[in-house]
C-alpha cells in the first residue's frame, strides 16, 4: 500500500543523513529577521533549520504555528472551508474473500465503488450528509488487496477495508455522538455492504474495526473536521486557489524558506503529487537543478 512508498522515501533520506522522529509534535515554526530558521517541539525542545522549515501545517493552524504572520495571510487561511464530509472506515479480517451479489468479476479488482445509480440520487446523497443525516444509499469503496498481496492474510483469508462518506457532525449530538454510537454507527456501516455481498456475516468475519470521522480527525492535525482532503473540493479552492491564492504558490508569504505540503495543497488528494510541486518550488529558492535531482543514478 501507500505505506510503501514512505518507507522508501525513509529508507533513501537515512541513507543520505536525514534523522527522522516520530510522535513528535511540533508546537511552533522559529522565525528570525522574516525568515524561518527552526521549529518548536511541543516537548519544548528547539531545532534549527540550516536551509529551510518544510510543514504540513494545516491553514487553519497556521496563524497559531507561525509567529508574526501577516493577519490578511492568517485570516483567509482560517477561512478555508473543509468538505461538507468526512471519511469513515471498517477494517475486517476475514477467513474468505467477500463475495459480491454482481459475480466474481466484481471481486477481482483492485477497488469496488458503490454509488447511486443516478445523479439525483448522488447528490441528494451529499445533501443528507451537508446536514447532518447518514445518507440512504451512501458511497462505498471496498478493498480487498490481500488478493494482490498475499502477506495480508492467512492461505485463503481476505483483509477488506471498506471506506464510506458520512457527516462529522451527526444532525443529533455533533461531532461528539460518534463516540457515543460507535457500536451502532459501525454496524450501519457493515450492513450497507452487506447488501452487495453474499457472505459479511458472523462466520466469515473473523474480527474487525470501526474508525469513524472524528477518529480520522484525531490521526492527523492535517485532517481537521474529519477532512482527509485537507480542505474542501471546490472550485474555489482549486488549482491557483488551494487553499488560498496567498498560499498556492508552496510558500508563506512573509516568512522566507517556509514551505507547505500536504493534501490540502494544489494538486489535492494523497499520494498525487503535492510534495512533488513544492520540491520544485525549494529547488528553483535555492538554484536547484529539479530535473538533475531526479536523474537515476548511473
Not at 513528535?24 to 527552526?38: C, Y
Not at 460507535?182 to 455481498?197: D, S
Not at 493534501?263 to 529547488?283: E, K, L, S, Y
Request: aromatic share 8%; with cysteine.
Amino acid at each position: 500500500g501507500s505505506i510503501a512508498l514512505a518507507n522508501a522515501l525513509i529508507a533513501c533520506l537515512t541513507h543520505h543523513g536525514a534523522e527522522f522522529r516520530k510522535d513528535t509534535p511540533v508546537a511552533k515554526v522559529l522565525t528570525s529577521g522574516g525568515r524561518a530558521v527552526g521549529v518548536r517541539l511541543a516537548s519544548g525542545e528547539e531545532i534549527r533549520a540550516r536551509t529551510a522549515v518544510i510543514g504540513q501545517i494545516h491553514p487553519w493552524l497556521l496563524g497559531e504555528m507561525v509567529d508574526g504572520l501577516d493577519p490578511q495571510v492568517a485570516g483567509t487561511a482560517r477561512t478555508t472551508q473543509p468538505a461538507s464530509f468526512s471519511i469513515m472506515a471498517a477494517h475486517f479480517a476475514l477467513r474468505e474473500p467477500p463475495i459480491f451479489k454482481a459475480g466474481a468479476e466484481a471481486g477481482r479488482v483492485a477497488l469496488v465503488n458503490f454509488a447511486p445509480a443516478t445523479l439525483e440520487g448522488y447528490m441528494r446523497l451529499f445533501d443528507d450528509m451537508r446536514y447532518g443525516d447518514l445518507p440512504g444509499r451512501p458511497i462505498l469503496a471496498a478493498h480487498n488487496n490481500a488478493q494482490w498481496d498475499p502477506s495480508r492474510a492467512p492461505p485463503g483469508g481476505a483483509a477488506l477495508t471498506v471506506y464510506g462518506f458520512g457527516p462529522y457532525r451527526l444532525r443529533e449530538g455533533g461531532a461528539d455522538a460518534w463516540d457515543s454510537r460507535k457500536a451502532e454507527l459501525g454496524a450501519w456501516l457493515r450492513g450497507r455492504l452487506a447488501q452487495f455481498c453474499t457472505n459479511l456475516d458472523d462466520g466469515n468475519i473473523i474480527a474487525w474495526q470501526f474508525q469513524s470521522p472524528p477518529d480520522m480527525a484525531r490521526h492527523s492535525p492535517t485532517f481537521q473536521n474529519g477532512d482527509v482532503g485537507g480542505v474542501g473540493k471546490f472550485f474555489f479552492q482549486i488549482g491557483g486557489h488551494r487553499p488560498t491564492p496567498e498560499l498556492a504558490q508552496y510558500g508563506v508569504p512573509g516568512v522566507e524558506r517556509l514551505y507547505l505540503a500536504g493534501t490540502f495543497m494544489h494538486p489535492p488528494g494523497g499520494v498525487t503529487g503535492g510534495g512533488r510541486a513544492t520540491a520544485i518550488r525549494i529547488c528553483g529558492d535555492l538554484n536547484i537543478d529539479f530535473d538533475a535531482l531526479c536523474e537515476p543514478a548511473r
